[in-house]
């Protein structure tokens, strides 16, 4: 599986963004997808995740309320929108699949490149 995402970008604190990731490849296997991010000398950490059938999420805390991830599997593409962005949210962002419902980094097989999000204050 191949994960491309973007929608990345400069904006202003109580902006808005949405980020995309699309998936190409062996997509037919039922993967749980996840968002992440890394901020500079920081080690990366859990944003949200989504089961395939959408029916279940999860977030980290500090995003919880200001952030909302969803997935359109016709068109192999999960999603992250980002409402009320705080400069303390500025980092690569990255989308990422596995076959298990964790936040474990190490469970997940699959990782896209990296989308940068800087919030200015």
């Known amino acids: 599986v191949q994960l491309q995402a973007s929608g990345g970008g400069l904006v202003q604190a109580g902006d808005s963004l949405r980020l995309s990731c699309a998936a190409s490849?062996?997509?037919?296997?039922?993967?749980?997808m996840a968002w992440f991010r890394q901020a500079p000398g920081k080690e990366r950490e859990f944003v949200a995740r989504?089961?395939?059938?959408?029916?279940?999420?999860d977030y980290a805390d500090s995003v919880k309320g200001r952030f909302t991830i969803s997935r359109d599997n016709a068109k192999n593409t999960v999603y992250l929108q980002m409402n009320s962005l705080k400069p303390e949210d500025t980092a690569v962002y990255y989308c990422?699949?596995?076959?298990?419902?964790?936040?474990?980094?190490?469970?997940?097989?699959?990782w896209g490149q990296g989308t940068q999000v800087t919030v200015s204050s």
């Open positions: 990422a699949a596995t076959t298990s419902w964790t936040i474990g980094i190490s469970a997940y097989d699959y």
């Open positions: 490849g062996r997509t037919s296997v039922t993967y749980i």
């Open positions: 989504i089961t395939y059938s959408g029916g279940r999420t």
